[in-house]
Nanobody, 116 residues
Framework: QVQLVESGGGLVQPGGSLRLSCAAS????????VGWYRQAPGNQRELVAT???????NYADSVKGRFTISRDNAKNTLYLQMNRLKPEDTAIYYC??????????WGQGTQVTVSS
């Protein structure tokens, strides 16, 4: 069993930046793919970005060029650097780790609010 704990969310003005972190209780290197998802009120949970063990990244079109995902397997931590934030980025952001058998672990989520 792996516990995931997100941090770094908060209130930021449009155009600002935040860095989310996700700390895993176990070895993150055991997961072939890890990523960030988000869910806004009234919407389904959607993919934001993923990164594989060899560093291959994938981003939602809406965040390309603004967000950067990275992982530090030595620290068992996943990051999401979010720049040039927009009000439509407001959501709860969830950390995800997926096993080889496609079982998903989720964190409890961290709120990101972009508003002036």
């Amino acid at each position: 069993q792996v516990q995931l704990v997100e941090s770094g969310g908060g209130l930021v003005q449009p155009g600002g930046s935040l860095r989310l972190s996700c700390a895993a209780s176990g070895s993150m290197s055991s997961f072939p793919a890890v990523g960030w998802y988000r869910q806004a009120p009234g919407n389904q949970r959607e993919l934001v970005a993923t990164i594989t063990n060899i560093g291959t990244t994938n981003y939602a079109d809406s965040v390309k060029g603004r967000f950067t995902i990275s992982r530090d397997n030595a620290k068992n931590t996943l990051y999401l650097q979010m720049n040039r934030l927009k009000p439509e980025d407001t959501a709860i952001y969830y950390c995800n780790c997926r096993t080889l058998s496609y079982f998903n672990y989720w964190g409890q989520g961290t709120q990101v609010t972009v508003s002036s």
